[in-house]
C-alpha cells in the first residue's frame, strides 16, 4: 500500500526556521514528482512546492519563494520542506502528496499523508 | 483570491445531482491545462476524485464525474449519500505553477 508520513511540524517563533520530512512507502519513490500543499486555520488549499523525481527541478509558490526550500533524498524515500523566515500567516497543516504517473505532473495528486501541523507564534 | 473561482458552497438532498463549479481564465484552464478534483472529508487527507479533467482513480465510484470547457470545469455528483458531505477543491496550472480552487463545501440535506 502507499502511503506517506509526514513529521517535524511543531510550535516556532515568528523569524525561526523548521525542517518537515515526508517518509514514503509502497511506490517507487524517485520515479514521483512530490509536492507540498498546506492549509491553514480555517482556509483552503494551498499548494507550497514540488519536486521532480530526481530532484533537479523544484518550483515555488510566491508566497515562500526565498523562505522555503524543497529537497528530496530518493536513498532514504524522503522528502523534505525546510522553512526559514517564518511568519504567522504560515501557521498551517502541511501535506505531502504524490503525483499520479511516473515522472508527471499531468494526472493530480493521487496519495497525501496525513499532514503535520507547523504553528508560527511568539 | 484564488486563481480558481469555485462557489462557497452547494447542497442537495440525498439522491439528488448536485455540481460544482471552477472558473478560471485563459492563463489556466483557457490555455488547454487539466483540471483535478479533491475530496477533503473532516479530519481525513485530500483524496483525488478526478483527473485529467474526466478521469476516475480506481476506486472512486461512478458517482462523480468531471467535465471541462473553454475557461471552466465542472464536478458532478449523481445520487448524492450523505458521506459526500466534504469540502470539494479544484486544481489546475497557471503558468506551469499549481493552482487550487478556494473550494466548496457540498452540505448533504
Known amino acids: 500500500e502507499m502511503e506517506l508520513l509526514e513529521s517535524g511540524g511543531g510550535l516556532v517563533q515568528p523569524g525561526g526556521s523548521l525542517r518537515v520530512s515526508c517518509a514514503a512507502s509502497?511506490?517507487?519513490?524517485?520515479?514521483?514528482?512530490m509536492s507540498w500543499v498546506r492549509q491553514a486555520p480555517g482556509k483552503g488549499l494551498e499548494w507550497v512546492s514540488s519536486i521532480s523525481g530526481s530532484g533537479a527541478t523544484t518550483d515555488y509558490a510566491d508566497s515562500v519563494k526565498g523562505r522555503f526550500t524543497i529537497s528530496r533524498d530518493n536513498s532514504k524515500n524522503t522528502l523534505y520542506l525546510q522553512l526559514n523566515s517564518l511568519r504567522a500567516e504560515d501557521t498551517a497543516v502541511y501535506y505531502c502528496?504524490?503525483?499520479?504517473?511516473?515522472?508527471?505532473?499531468?494526472?493530480?495528486?493521487?496519495?497525501w499523508g496525513q499532514g503535520t501541523t507547523v504553528t508560527v507564534s511568539s | 483570491q484564488s486563481v480558481l473561482t469555485q462557489p462557497p458552497s452547494v447542497s442537495g438532498a440525498p439522491g439528488q445531482r448536485v455540481t460544482i463549479s471552477c472558473t478560471g481564465s485563459s492563463s489556466n484552464i483557457g490555455a488547454g491545462y487539466d483540471v483535478h478534483w479533491y475530496q477533503l472529508l473532516p479530519g481525513t487527507a485530500p483524496k483525488l476524485l478526478i483527473y485529467g479533467n474526466s478521469n476516475r482513480p480506481p476506486g472512486v465510484p461512478g458517482r462523480f464525474s468531471g467535465s471541462k470547457s473553454g475557461t471552466s470545469a465542472s464536478l458532478a455528483i449523481t445520487g448524492l449519500q450523505a458521506e459526500d458531505e466534504a469540502d470539494y477543491y479544484c486544481q489546475s496550472y497557471d503558468s506551469s505553477l499549481v493552482v487550487f480552487g478556494g473550494g466548496t463545501k457540498l452540505t448533504v440535506l
Open positions: 509502497g511506490f517507487t519513490f524517485s520515479s514521483h514528482a
Open positions: 502528496a504524490k503525483w499520479y504517473g511516473p515522472n508527471s505532473y499531468k494526472y493530480g495528486m493521487d496519495v
